[in-house]
């Protein structure tokens, strides 16, 4: 157990509103990672950071914005949601020290 | 990008049997992950390989690091009920630290 909960677990939300979800982590991890998970595609990254304040893209930005500013928390938002946003989408973390990530139990979003 | 093929996409076997399954690419990775996840919850790490040839093993699964550095292989013996779920493998490209996951291989167990 990494110590990694995400909140909310489940949402459904309306086209256009905005939307952000939380991964927490207890553990000190400097490295954090947003993934989407759909069918045939596997998970895809969306955004990570390498320590507070610091943020990069991942494969699937486009829509999507993160933020840091502790340690513990890192905060994925959909700024518009639109309908092929609709996924389930996982927090990782990594101590930077080997590869191994671990994840988080996941948020099933849903845009209607 | 780079990308991962996993085989084979899904599997029905019969408790008791062993299972192997592969995950290949068209280029190099510097490091193997194996994951599985069960459903409605996050994958869980099984084994990682960080060394081309490397073989590891966790109770009954055993995974490889194949010595091209472009595929990796999971073998588990003796398969038990709770082994159903999907197996990722994951692979750190050089001069890299995100990964590229599989699209998965979904392991069915009949009793």
């Known amino acids: 157990d990494a110590g990694i909960t995400q909140s909310p677990r489940h949402k459904v939300t309306e086209t256009g509103t905005p939307v952000t979800l939380r991964c927490h982590q207890t553990?000190?991890?400097?490295?954090m990672y947003w993934y989407r998970q759909d069918p045939g595609h596997g998970l895809r990254l969306i955004h990570y950071?390498?320590?507070?304040?610091?943020?990069d893209k991942g494969e699937v930005s486009d829509g999507y914005s993160v933020s840091r500013s502790k340690t513990e928390d890192f905060l994925l938002t959909l700024e518009s949601a639109t309908s092929s946003q609709t996924s389930v989408y996982f927090c990782?973390?990594?101590?930077?020290?080997?590869?191994?990530?671990?994840f988080g139990p996941g948020t099933r979003l849903t845009v209607t | 990008g780079q990308q991962l093929n996993q085989s084979p996409q899904s599997m029905f076997i019969q408790e008791g049997e062993d299972v192997s399954m592969n995950c290949t690419s068209s280029?190099?990775?510097?490091?193997w992950l194996w994951y599985k996840q069960d459903p409605g919850e996050g994958p869980v790490l099984l084994i990682a390989?960080?060394?081309?040839?490397e073989l590891t093993s966790n109770g009954r699964l055993t995974a490889q690091f194949g010595i091209t550095r472009k595929d990796s292989f999971l073998n588990i013996s003796a398969s038990i009920p709770s082994d159903v779920g999907i197996y990722f493998c994951?692979?750190?490209?050089?001069?890299?630290?995100?990964?590229?996951f599989g699209p998965g291989t979904r392991l069915s167990v009949l009793p």
């Open positions: 950071s390498y320590g507070v304040k610091d943020t």
């Open positions: 280029s190099i990775f510097n490091t």
């Open positions: 990782a973390v990594n101590t930077g020290y080997s590869y191994e990530q671990y």
């Open positions: 553990e000190n991890h400097r490295y």
């Open positions: 390989l960080y060394k081309a040839g």
């Open positions: 994951a692979g750190v490209p050089p001069r890299g630290q995100n990964f590229v």
